[in-house]
């Protein structure tokens, strides 16, 4: 496994990370996800990553105690706040971040997290309160960085241009080969500021493994054929998509690689991403995905593999 630096942060992170939206505490039974959880580490990945919302608490309770009996500095562990975990309880005042931080770590089952990031803008609170009570979450020792996920390049400046208060090191944004929305702003002001990428749908939702074939039924252990995961990977199924996909086969081939490896290989080209997180519902895949991580590919290959894709429809 390979490790890169988390922004202007001290963590190190390896380039593939653990993610738990939709499957740990949810979509997967919890035998199988500890079987992740512990392959993960065998591997060598070292970053997990979750959020208050997944599950409504569920993902973080079922990770508090899947980690419970490793050493706290054997991983980097970020979650996240902004989802609604109740009718009243969402959002990034003051009052939320100070009350979802400390429900986030009893769940956890730990006194802090490496990263503590905000998982939407928050239009309802002024940027200034959200910012002070993060300092203040950093400054009582709950959280050692702070980040964001999928925020605009002028809510990203207008963070940035704060004084006084602790700055972002982390953006985590989808980004894939076939969404590459952020290389227009939101990486270049990244990496003009000590802000690295974790990225995640770096799979498009498993679309990328070339798994599903346009006109046939998903394979029925697929996120596609359940009921609590396939929601989210609807946008990717269309036909024009999943042909194109197919394409990409013979160039995975040519790098000597599965399509995964070749796609995960895409995003971690890009100097300004730290880690690519992925889902796993077995430990199979995971052993598929961390190859990725020792993988050197032809430029070439990632530029036709680039021209395929181009035109198809932008989820």
């Not at 702070?146 to 390049?153: K, L, N, V």
Request: proline share 5%; aromatic share 8%; hydrophobic share 40%.
């Amino acid at each position: 496994m390979k490790f890169r630096q988390l922004g202007s942060s001290d963590l190190n992170v390896s380039v593939i990370s653990l993610g738990s939206w939709l499957t740990y505490g949810v979509g997967v039974e919890a035998d199988h996800a500890t079987a992740c959880v512990n392959r993960a580490f065998e591997l060598g990945i070292n970053f997990i990553d979750t959020a208050n919302v997944y599950g409504r608490g569920a993902a973080e309770s079922f990770l508090g105690e899947a980690l419970a009996g490793r050493k706290r500095d054997s991983y980097v562990l970020a979650t996240k706040v902004f989802g609604q975990m109740s009718d009243t309880d969402q959002g990034l005042s003051a009052e939320q971040i100070a009350k979802q931080m400390d429900a986030s770590l009893q769940r956890l089952k730990t006194d802090y997290v490496d990263l503590y990031q905000c998982h939407r803008y928050d239009p309802n609170t002024p940027l200034e309160e959200t910012m002070e009570a993060l300092t203040k979450v950093v400054k009582e020792g709950k959280a050692r960085y702070i980040g964001f996920s999928e925020w605009s390049p002028q809510n990203i400046q207008d963070a940035l241009a704060l004084t006084g208060v602790e700055k972002f090191v982390s953006s985590q944004p989808q980004y894939s080969l076939l969404y590459r929305r952020p290389e227009a702003k939101v990486i270049p002001i990244c990496a003009a500021n000590g802000v690295s990428q974790i990225v995640w749908s770096p799979l498009a939702q498993g679309v990328l493994t070339g798994k599903y074939t346009p006109g046939s039924k998903p394979p029925a252990d697929s996120r596609a054929s359940s009921d609590s995961m396939s929601g989210a990977i609807q946008r990717w199924m269309e036909t024009p998509v999943l042909e194109a996909v197919q394409k990409l086969k013979p160039l995975a081939e040519q790098a000597g690689c599965s399509l995964a490896q070749f796609a995960l290989a895409w995003v971690l080209r890009e100097p300004n991403v730290a880690s690519a997180i992925v889902g796993a519902s077995r430990p199979s895949q995971l052993d598929d995905n961390a190859a990725a991580a020792d993988l050197v590919i032809d430029p070439a290959l990632f530029e036709k593999a680039e021209a395929i894709v181009a035109d198809v429809p932008k989820a």
